[in-house]
Protein backbone atom coordinates (compact mmCIF):
# COMPACT_ATOMS: atom_id res chain seq x y z
CA UNK A 1 0.00 0.00 0.00
CA UNK A 2 1.46 3.13 -1.00
CA UNK A 3 0.36 5.74 1.61
CA UNK A 4 -2.43 6.15 4.51
CA UNK A 5 -5.64 6.71 3.16
CA UNK A 6 -7.20 8.14 6.09
CA UNK A 7 -6.19 12.01 6.07
CA UNK A 8 -8.03 14.27 4.64
CA UNK A 9 -6.09 15.79 1.59
CA UNK A 10 -8.90 14.32 -0.56
CA UNK A 11 -11.17 17.13 0.08
CA UNK A 12 -8.89 19.51 -1.59
CA UNK A 13 -7.81 16.99 -4.45
CA UNK A 14 -10.05 16.59 -7.57
CA UNK A 15 -9.82 15.27 -11.20
CA UNK A 16 -11.92 18.32 -11.99
CA UNK A 17 -10.96 19.81 -16.17
CA UNK A 18 -8.76 16.45 -16.64
CA UNK A 19 -10.72 15.49 -19.10
CA UNK A 20 -11.80 18.69 -20.01
CA UNK A 21 -13.70 21.86 -18.26
CA UNK A 22 -16.96 20.67 -20.16
CA UNK A 23 -16.28 17.29 -19.08
CA UNK A 24 -19.95 15.64 -17.98
CA UNK A 25 -18.40 11.99 -18.10
CA UNK A 26 -15.98 12.10 -15.19
CA UNK A 27 -13.81 8.48 -15.26
CA UNK A 28 -16.11 6.70 -17.40
CA UNK A 29 -13.67 8.62 -20.22
CA UNK A 30 -10.94 6.44 -19.55
CA UNK A 31 -12.98 3.20 -21.29
CA UNK A 32 -11.40 2.80 -24.58
CA UNK A 33 -11.61 0.38 -27.55
CA UNK A 34 -8.71 -1.53 -26.08
CA UNK A 35 -10.45 -1.54 -21.97
CA UNK A 36 -13.83 -2.87 -24.04
CA UNK A 37 -11.81 -5.65 -25.88
CA UNK A 38 -10.22 -6.54 -22.74
CA UNK A 39 -12.98 -7.11 -21.25
CA UNK A 40 -14.95 -9.35 -24.16
CA UNK A 41 -11.72 -11.47 -23.68
CA UNK A 42 -12.64 -12.45 -20.51
CA UNK A 43 -15.78 -14.24 -21.78
CA UNK A 44 -14.86 -17.84 -22.03
CA UNK A 45 -17.99 -20.04 -21.33
CA UNK A 46 -20.78 -17.44 -21.94
CA UNK A 47 -22.35 -17.71 -18.83
CA UNK A 48 -24.26 -14.98 -17.74
CA UNK A 49 -24.90 -13.29 -14.25
CA UNK A 50 -27.60 -11.10 -13.42
CA UNK A 51 -26.87 -8.69 -10.97
CA UNK A 52 -30.40 -6.70 -11.06
CA UNK A 53 -32.63 -6.43 -8.40
CA UNK A 54 -36.57 -7.26 -9.05
CA UNK A 55 -38.60 -4.31 -8.49
CA UNK A 56 -42.10 -4.63 -7.16
CA UNK A 57 -44.64 -2.93 -5.56
CA UNK A 58 -44.16 -3.02 -1.82
CA UNK A 59 -40.70 -3.03 -1.88
CA UNK A 60 -38.15 -1.95 0.71
CA UNK A 61 -37.35 1.29 -0.04
CA UNK A 62 -35.20 4.25 2.14
CA UNK A 63 -37.17 6.68 3.42
CA UNK A 64 -35.62 9.79 1.95
CA UNK A 65 -37.31 8.33 -1.31
CA UNK A 66 -41.23 8.09 -2.84
CA UNK A 67 -42.36 5.07 -2.89
CA UNK A 68 -42.82 2.71 -6.02
CA UNK A 69 -46.04 2.15 -7.69
CA UNK A 70 -47.17 0.31 -10.81
CA UNK A 71 -50.51 1.08 -11.94
CA UNK A 72 -52.45 -0.05 -15.49
CA UNK A 73 -52.90 2.29 -17.22
CA UNK A 74 -55.14 0.80 -19.93
CA UNK A 75 -56.62 -3.26 -20.46
CA UNK A 76 -57.51 -4.66 -23.97
CA UNK A 77 -60.92 -5.22 -21.48
CA UNK A 78 -60.71 -1.32 -20.59
CA UNK A 79 -59.71 0.08 -24.08
CA UNK A 80 -63.29 -2.62 -25.23
CA UNK A 81 -65.53 -1.00 -22.79
CA UNK A 82 -65.26 2.32 -24.62
CA UNK A 83 -65.97 1.40 -27.94
CA UNK A 84 -69.85 1.78 -27.42
CA UNK A 85 -68.99 5.08 -26.13
CA UNK A 86 -68.36 7.14 -29.60
CA UNK A 87 -66.01 9.43 -29.67
CA UNK A 88 -62.98 9.63 -31.69
CA UNK A 89 -60.53 10.28 -29.43
CA UNK A 90 -57.48 8.37 -29.51
CA UNK A 91 -57.97 6.57 -25.97
CA UNK A 92 -60.62 5.09 -27.84
CA UNK A 93 -58.54 2.58 -29.92
CA UNK A 94 -61.92 0.65 -31.00
CA UNK A 95 -64.19 2.82 -32.17
CA UNK A 96 -65.61 3.65 -35.49
CA UNK A 97 -63.34 5.03 -37.76
CA UNK A 98 -60.37 4.77 -34.96
CA UNK A 99 -57.33 2.96 -35.54
CA UNK A 100 -58.45 -0.63 -34.64
CA UNK A 101 -62.10 -0.09 -34.96
CA UNK A 102 -63.85 -3.36 -36.97
CA UNK A 103 -62.38 -2.44 -40.33
CA UNK A 104 -58.59 -2.34 -39.50
CA UNK A 105 -58.45 -5.12 -36.80
CA UNK A 106 -60.42 -7.80 -38.39
CA UNK A 107 -62.37 -10.72 -35.88
CA UNK A 108 -60.08 -12.88 -37.23
CA UNK A 109 -57.06 -11.10 -35.42
CA UNK A 110 -58.57 -9.48 -32.78
CA UNK A 111 -55.53 -7.57 -32.01
CA UNK A 112 -55.32 -5.71 -28.08
CA UNK A 113 -52.57 -4.23 -26.00
CA UNK A 114 -51.89 -3.73 -22.47
CA UNK A 115 -49.91 -0.26 -20.91
CA UNK A 116 -49.00 0.41 -17.82
CA UNK A 117 -47.08 3.89 -15.90
CA UNK A 118 -44.80 3.33 -13.12
CA UNK A 119 -43.96 5.91 -10.78
CA UNK A 120 -40.34 5.25 -8.65
CA UNK A 121 -37.47 6.93 -7.84
CA UNK A 122 -34.54 6.51 -9.53
CA UNK A 123 -32.45 5.17 -6.67
CA UNK A 124 -33.96 2.22 -5.73
CA UNK A 125 -33.01 -1.82 -6.08
CA UNK A 126 -30.25 -1.60 -8.26
CA UNK A 127 -29.31 1.71 -9.31
CA UNK A 128 -26.43 3.87 -10.18
CA UNK A 129 -25.33 6.99 -9.00
CA UNK A 130 -24.76 10.05 -11.74
CA UNK A 131 -22.29 12.44 -10.91
CA UNK A 132 -24.64 15.52 -10.06
CA UNK A 133 -26.34 13.32 -7.39
CA UNK A 134 -24.34 14.46 -4.00
CA UNK A 135 -23.60 18.57 -3.60
CA UNK A 136 -21.07 20.29 -0.88
CA UNK A 137 -20.61 23.53 -0.24
CA UNK A 138 -22.30 26.36 0.42
CA UNK A 139 -23.13 27.04 -3.57
CA UNK A 140 -23.52 23.11 -3.48
CA UNK A 141 -21.49 21.92 -6.40
CA UNK A 142 -20.96 18.79 -7.88
CA UNK A 143 -18.20 16.59 -10.40
CA UNK A 144 -16.18 19.58 -12.20
CA UNK A 145 -17.39 22.21 -10.40
CA UNK A 146 -20.72 22.45 -11.55
CA UNK A 147 -23.23 24.29 -8.91
CA UNK A 148 -26.60 24.38 -8.55
CA UNK A 149 -27.45 28.40 -9.53
CA UNK A 150 -25.97 27.86 -13.00
CA UNK A 151 -26.60 24.38 -13.74
CA UNK A 152 -30.01 23.23 -11.90
CA UNK A 153 -32.92 23.48 -13.08
CA UNK A 154 -37.08 22.83 -12.30
CA UNK A 155 -36.64 19.43 -13.75
CA UNK A 156 -32.93 18.41 -12.07
CA UNK A 157 -29.63 19.16 -13.01
CA UNK A 158 -28.65 19.73 -16.04
CA UNK A 159 -24.89 18.57 -15.92
CA UNK A 160 -23.49 15.15 -15.15
CA UNK A 161 -27.14 13.45 -15.02
CA UNK A 162 -27.80 10.03 -16.26
CA UNK A 163 -28.21 10.73 -19.89
CA UNK A 164 -24.40 11.57 -20.37
CA UNK A 165 -23.09 8.34 -18.79
CA UNK A 166 -22.22 6.17 -21.76
CA UNK A 167 -22.21 2.44 -21.99
CA UNK A 168 -20.03 0.92 -19.53
CA UNK A 169 -18.24 -2.29 -20.60
CA UNK A 170 -15.31 -3.25 -18.59
CA UNK A 171 -13.48 -5.69 -16.82
CA UNK A 172 -15.46 -6.05 -13.72
CA UNK A 173 -13.69 -7.68 -9.84
CA UNK A 174 -15.74 -9.00 -6.83
CA UNK A 175 -14.01 -8.65 -3.74
CA UNK A 176 -15.77 -11.04 -1.48
CA UNK A 177 -15.76 -9.28 1.84
CA UNK A 178 -17.59 -11.30 3.34
CA UNK A 179 -15.91 -14.58 2.73
CA UNK A 180 -12.66 -12.98 3.46
CA UNK A 181 -14.10 -12.03 7.04
CA UNK A 182 -14.84 -15.41 7.37
CA UNK A 183 -18.43 -14.72 7.73
CA UNK A 184 -21.84 -15.26 5.58
CA UNK A 185 -22.52 -11.31 5.97
CA UNK A 186 -20.28 -8.10 7.32
CA UNK A 187 -21.55 -7.23 11.03
CA UNK A 188 -24.27 -4.26 10.74
CA UNK A 189 -21.27 -1.48 11.64
CA UNK A 190 -18.64 -2.85 9.93
CA UNK A 191 -16.54 -0.21 8.15
CA UNK A 192 -14.28 -1.29 5.36
CA UNK A 193 -10.39 -0.49 5.23
CA UNK A 194 -8.09 0.15 2.51
CA UNK A 195 -6.48 -2.67 3.93
CA UNK A 196 -9.23 -4.74 4.26
CA UNK A 197 -9.43 -4.48 0.24
CA UNK A 198 -5.45 -5.34 -0.78
CA UNK A 199 -5.95 -8.10 2.00
CA UNK A 200 -9.17 -9.38 0.35
CA UNK A 201 -7.64 -8.86 -3.22
CA UNK A 202 -4.30 -11.18 -2.27
CA UNK A 203 -6.66 -13.91 -0.73
CA UNK A 204 -8.62 -14.38 -3.89
CA UNK A 205 -4.94 -13.86 -5.86
CA UNK A 206 -6.91 -11.03 -7.89
CA UNK A 207 -5.15 -7.98 -9.73
CA UNK A 208 -6.55 -5.02 -9.18
CA UNK A 209 -5.99 -2.73 -12.53
CA UNK A 210 -6.89 0.58 -13.97
CA UNK A 211 -10.56 1.12 -15.15
CA UNK A 212 -11.71 -1.60 -13.07
CA UNK A 213 -15.21 -1.94 -11.81
CA UNK A 214 -15.06 -3.18 -8.76
CA UNK A 215 -17.79 -4.69 -6.48
CA UNK A 216 -17.74 -5.45 -3.24
CA UNK A 217 -19.89 -7.79 -1.46
CA UNK A 218 -20.93 -7.26 2.05
CA UNK A 219 -22.86 -9.97 2.29
CA UNK A 220 -26.78 -8.32 2.20
CA UNK A 221 -29.69 -10.44 1.37
CA UNK A 222 -32.21 -8.65 -0.99
CA UNK A 223 -34.93 -7.74 0.30
CA UNK A 224 -34.35 -8.45 3.73
CA UNK A 225 -31.53 -6.29 5.24
CA UNK A 226 -29.34 -8.36 7.47
CA UNK A 227 -26.16 -5.94 7.49
CA UNK A 228 -27.15 -3.14 8.56
CA UNK A 229 -25.02 -0.56 8.06
CA UNK A 230 -22.17 -2.07 6.55
CA UNK A 231 -19.82 -0.42 3.72
CA UNK A 232 -17.40 1.26 2.44
CA UNK A 233 -14.93 3.94 4.20
CA UNK A 234 -13.17 6.46 2.81
CA UNK A 235 -9.46 5.02 3.13
CA UNK A 236 -11.50 2.15 1.31
CA UNK A 237 -12.34 4.54 -1.71
CA UNK A 238 -9.29 5.81 -1.85
CA UNK A 239 -7.22 3.12 -2.53
CA UNK A 240 -9.64 1.74 -4.94
CA UNK A 241 -9.38 4.77 -7.18
CA UNK A 242 -5.80 6.38 -6.35
CA UNK A 243 -3.66 2.85 -6.18
CA UNK A 244 -5.60 0.47 -8.19
CA UNK A 245 -7.33 3.03 -10.76
CA UNK A 246 -11.31 1.83 -10.00
CA UNK A 247 -13.10 3.66 -12.52
CA UNK A 248 -16.84 2.54 -11.30
CA UNK A 249 -17.50 1.12 -7.35
CA UNK A 250 -20.31 -0.50 -6.15
CA UNK A 251 -21.80 -3.02 -3.12
CA UNK A 252 -24.92 -4.86 -2.59
CA UNK A 253 -25.88 -2.80 0.38
CA UNK A 254 -28.18 0.37 -0.06
CA UNK A 255 -26.01 2.74 0.52
CA UNK A 256 -22.03 2.52 -0.13
CA UNK A 257 -20.84 4.65 2.72
CA UNK A 258 -20.58 2.43 5.95
CA UNK A 259 -21.47 3.39 9.53
CA UNK A 260 -20.44 3.13 12.75
CA UNK A 261 -23.36 1.55 15.34
CA UNK A 262 -23.83 5.38 16.29
CA UNK A 263 -24.83 6.59 12.94
CA UNK A 264 -21.24 7.96 12.66
CA UNK A 265 -19.41 7.51 9.42
CA UNK A 266 -15.25 6.99 8.53
CA UNK A 267 -15.26 10.60 8.32
CA UNK A 268 -16.57 12.17 11.70
CA UNK A 269 -18.65 14.81 11.04
CA UNK A 270 -19.22 13.37 7.57
CA UNK A 271 -22.90 12.05 6.46
CA UNK A 272 -21.53 10.55 3.19
CA UNK A 273 -17.82 11.17 2.57
CA UNK A 274 -17.51 8.10 0.18
CA UNK A 275 -20.32 9.40 -2.01
CA UNK A 276 -18.46 12.86 -1.50
CA UNK A 277 -14.90 11.55 -2.49
CA UNK A 278 -15.92 9.28 -5.32
CA UNK A 279 -18.99 10.86 -7.15
CA UNK A 280 -17.97 15.10 -6.76
CA UNK A 281 -14.23 14.72 -6.36
CA UNK A 282 -13.08 12.03 -8.32
CA UNK A 283 -15.94 11.42 -10.79
CA UNK A 284 -15.99 7.97 -10.31
CA UNK A 285 -19.89 6.52 -10.67
CA UNK A 286 -21.61 4.06 -7.70
CA UNK A 287 -23.61 1.21 -8.11
CA UNK A 288 -25.85 0.31 -5.08
CA UNK A 289 -27.69 -3.21 -4.43
CA UNK A 290 -25.69 -4.69 -6.84
CA UNK A 291 -26.29 -8.77 -6.57
CA UNK A 292 -23.89 -10.53 -5.94
CA UNK A 293 -24.00 -13.77 -4.20
CA UNK A 294 -24.30 -16.04 -7.57
CA UNK A 295 -21.33 -14.88 -8.12
CA UNK A 296 -19.94 -15.21 -4.73
CA UNK A 297 -21.25 -18.95 -4.73
CA UNK A 298 -19.46 -19.99 -8.24
CA UNK A 299 -15.94 -17.84 -7.24
CA UNK A 300 -16.27 -15.58 -9.95
CA UNK A 301 -13.84 -12.92 -8.95
CA UNK A 302 -13.04 -11.73 -12.67
CA UNK A 303 -15.84 -11.38 -15.66
CA UNK A 304 -16.88 -8.89 -18.29
CA UNK A 305 -19.20 -6.30 -16.48
CA UNK A 306 -21.55 -4.63 -18.71
CA UNK A 307 -23.68 -1.60 -17.64
CA UNK A 308 -25.86 0.87 -19.79
CA UNK A 309 -28.29 3.35 -18.44
CA UNK A 310 -31.56 4.45 -19.51
CA UNK A 311 -30.36 7.99 -21.11
CA UNK A 312 -33.19 9.87 -18.88
CA UNK A 313 -32.14 13.82 -19.03
CA UNK A 314 -31.79 15.39 -15.54
CA UNK A 315 -32.16 12.33 -13.64
CA UNK A 316 -29.34 11.96 -10.82
CA UNK A 317 -29.73 8.26 -10.82
CA UNK A 318 -31.25 5.15 -13.05
CA UNK A 319 -31.92 1.75 -11.68
CA UNK A 320 -30.47 -0.65 -14.14
CA UNK A 321 -29.79 -4.85 -14.29
CA UNK A 322 -25.96 -4.83 -14.64
CA UNK A 323 -24.54 -8.28 -16.49
CA UNK A 324 -21.56 -10.37 -15.37
CA UNK A 325 -20.61 -12.33 -18.20
CA UNK A 326 -17.71 -15.18 -18.09
Known amino acids: MKKDYNDKTWLNENSWGVYGQDDERGKANEIDAASVLGAFSLVRRGKVY ?3 TELFKGMDIWNGHCGYEIVG ?15 DDGVNWYGQGNWMDEENNLPEYHMGCNTEMVVAPMHIGTHIDALCHWTTGEDNHWYNGYCDAQHGSGFGPVKC ?13 LLDMAAYKGAEHLPGDYIITAEDCEGCAKRQNIELRPKDAVLIRCGESWPKSRCGGAGLGISAARYLVEECGAILVGDDMACLDGQNADGSTSVPGHPQPVHHYLLIQQGVHILEYVQLEELAKDKIYEFCFICSPAKVRYATGMFLRPLAIV
Open 73 to 87: YASTYGRERLKSTGG
Open 50 to 52: DLG
Open 161 to 173: DVAKIPPLIMRGV
